[in-house]
């Protein structure tokens, strides 16, 4: 098996992460099976071993700064639970996870189960109503374990969540469980310990104007120019309408595509270095990764950082972590930031 390297961060890190893999159970729902990435800011791990992510059988890639289950640092963080987009993977955004992670915050992703990769090449997918019901619920699980313990998180991992500062991040896909989780839908009531949502690149066309009214989360959208998956017409402009959360955030970036936030132009670099990859998933990486950034704009690092950037600043401002940096981005953003148009209200 191959182990590659996955080259520079975001950013250098704030604070050293520690990544955990653990399974959540739902005993409610047929025993619902939840596999589950967690990154967290670290004691010193100076000379210990990096994290590494299973792609593909056959293939691997050492994590750009977690490494491998290290006691969490002492302290109280915000919990970000994040939701992977449709074909997604929980581990589909380790970049942005581990730079959060490295700014003071504990980053929760799980796969859901019937939206998967596997499911989608499987053909085991389940049928959108499955799926949006299935990814409200595995919400309200993380946020119950993290928040009330669960015995394969681990005591000082759940010793370090601020309970009082709770977010819900998710691509694509992902932002319906964000917004859903936040507003009630399908019989489910609002989750009370939600203060923050942030969308990126958003699949929102499916969400009724009733639920996108209750939403009074304060919220970031982050919305691509080049995005063909979501464009703003069907999928940005509804939700910046209705969203009743305060302050609401919306982020345009200019050259950006549907990918601007995932991992997938890093799987296209590491493409050439895997033996035995075969031609079909080379084309599709590549085809894929050119769906992050448009050709002759910032380079898709870069327009990660922007991403986390603006994240941080919102969640700085509305878990009350740091108010006055925060409002010093958005100044600056809407000032002189090229590439980005920043709305507030």
């Known amino acids: 098996m191959s182990v590659l390297r996955a080259g520079a961060p975001i950013e250098p890190p704030r604070l050293p992460v520690g990544r955990r893999s653990l399974l959540l159970v739902d005993p409610e729902r047929s025993g619902r099976l939840l596999g589950v990435d967690v990154w967290y800011p670290a004691i010193d791990h100076s000379g210990a071993a990096p994290s590494v992510y299973d792609l593909i059988p056959g293939a691997s890639f050492e994590a750009v700064s977690a490494v491998h289950e290290p006691p969490a640092r002492a302290g109280q963080y915000p919990l970000i639970v994040f939701s992977h987009g449709r074909t997604g993977m929980r581990f589909s955004y380790s970049l942005l996870c581990e730079a959060l992670a490295a700014r003071g915050a504990i980053v929760v992703s799980s796969d859901h189960p019937g939206d998967g990769l596997t499911d989608w090449l499987l053909g085991t997918h389940t049928d959108d109503r499955t799926n949006e019901v299935n990814r409200v619920a595995d919400a309200h699980l993380i946020i119950h374990a993290f928040v009330h313990g669960h015995d394969s998180i681990g005591v000082d991992l759940l010793n370090a969540v601020d ?55 304060p919220t970031l959208l982050i919305v691509s120019e080049l995005d063909a998956t979501t464009p703003a017409s069907t999928d940005g402009d509804q939700p910046w309408a209705l969203l009743r959360g305060e302050p609401t955030w919306r982020l345009d970036l200019a050259g950006a595509g549907h990918q601007a936030i995932s991992d997938i132009a890093l799987y296209a670099e590491l493409a050439p270095h895997i033996e035995g990859l075969p031609e079909i998933v080379r084309q599709y990486l590549a085809l894929t990764a050119a769906d992050a ?29 740091d108010p006055e940096a925060g409002e010093a981005w958005a100044e600056h953003a809407e000032a002189d930031l090229p590439g980005v148009v920043l709305r507030r209200r």
Do not use: C, K, M, N
Not at 186 to 197: I, K, M, N, T
Not at 306 to 319: M, N, P, S
């Open 163 to 217: 309970h009082d500062r709770i977010a819900l991040a998710g691509h694509s896909y992902g932002a319906y469980t964000a917004l859903a989780t936040a507003a009630g839908a399908r019989g489910v009531e609002p989750h009370d310990r939600v203060r923050a949502l942030v969308t990126y690149q958003a699949y929102t066309r499916i969400t009724s104007d009733g639920l996108l009214g209750r939403v009074t989360t």
């Open 293 to 321: 950034v448009g050709p002759g704009f910032r380079p898709w690092r870069d327009l990660l950082r922007v991403q986390l950037d603006a994240t941080w600043a919102f969640l700085e401002i509305t878990l009350d972590l």
